[in-house]
């Protein structure tokens, strides 16, 4: 299946999104996405980037893994839908409510900024505290 398809299924179920080239563009937020993939000896990666302004494009990396390509792509797929989709949902296109991300106000650099949290997502085996770095990595950006 197309990557495009793919993005576009799971976005539509909370953002109308319109197919236009090799974009995917959501109307109603002003935005436009797309998925590209990149095929591998055993999986794939996936790329999905997202236009938040016009030249400023986010842009997140998944691993595929899978018997054949089809495989593959949808366990990249489950992976952003997992990890990032509703972070992107609730902090880009201000879907709301999601119990699926945590909302913060931190102090990065002497500002208050508005955080959205999701899921890690983790390959292999989950430690037993999976996110022991999680302290550090506050610690840093609020300096």
């Known amino acids: 299946m197309n990557q495009n398809n793919w993005l576009s299924g799971l976005m539509n179920a909370h953002a109308r999104g319109e197919q236009h080239d090799e974009w995917i563009v959501f109307p109603d937020h002003g935005k436009r996405g797309y998925a590209r993939l990149f095929p591998r000896k055993h999986g794939c990666q996936l790329d999905i980037g997202l236009e938040i302004y016009p030249g400023w494009l986010a842009l997140e990396s998944f691993a595929g893994i899978g018997a054949d390509i089809d495989a593959a792509l949808k366990d990249a797929f489950d992976a952003f839908a997992y990890g990032v989709l ?9 879907a709301m409510p999601d119990e699926q991300v945590t909302r913060e106000q ?15 997502v983790f390959r292999g085996n989950t430690p037993a505290d999976p996110v ?12």
């Open 86 to 94: 509703h972070v992107m949902l609730s902090a880009l296109f201000r």
């Open 106 to 120: 931190w102090n990065i650099a002497g500002t208050t900024r508005q955080m959205t949290l999701g899921n890690v």
């Open 132 to 143: 022991p770095w999680f302290p550090q990595f506050e610690t840093a950006l609020s300096r």
